[in-house]
């Protein structure tokens, strides 16, 4: 089977989303066109902007029907995510909550795509 290792969102302007992921991300992208943003992130995932315009064949679906997911380390880490997220401007769907998989914060990009950072369940307390 082949190997799915890339995420796209369809924005309304890439050029914009490219400008909001690259300082997100602390990273450039590695393709840009007028029509198009592309990220390689740490983990190997290929993350694309494509314009909701030019997309082919055309998408049915307005912005902020997909959700990516960032796993971090700790809960620390999710606080401190959330608190910079949020200084930045971020809009926060779900503050940070403790849930049955672990602690999590969901904030959106500029198009409404769901962003969620959260840190697995340590195992001492999973295995109860």
């Given at each position: 089977?082949?190997s799915q ?124």
């Open positions: 089977m082949p290792n890339y995420v796209l969102f369809y924005v309304e302007s890439p050029a914009a989303s490219a400008t909001f992921y690259r300082d997100l991300l602390a990273r450039e992208p590695v393709e840009t066109s007028p029509t198009f943003a592309l990220f390689a992130l740490d983990s190997g995932l290929m993350f694309g902007l494509w314009s909701r315009h030019t997309v082919e064949p055309a998408a049915g679906a307005a912005g902020g029907g997909a959700e990516l997911a960032f796993t971090v380390e700790t809960y620390a880490i999710v606080d401190a995510t959330h608190a910079d997220w949020q200084a930045r401007g971020l809009s926060i769907l779900q503050a940070p909550t403790t849930l049955d998989f672990g602690r999590t914060f969901v904030a959106t990009d500029p198009d409404g795509h769901r962003l969620r950072v959260f840190a697995p369940m340590p195992e001492a307390e999973g295995a109860q």
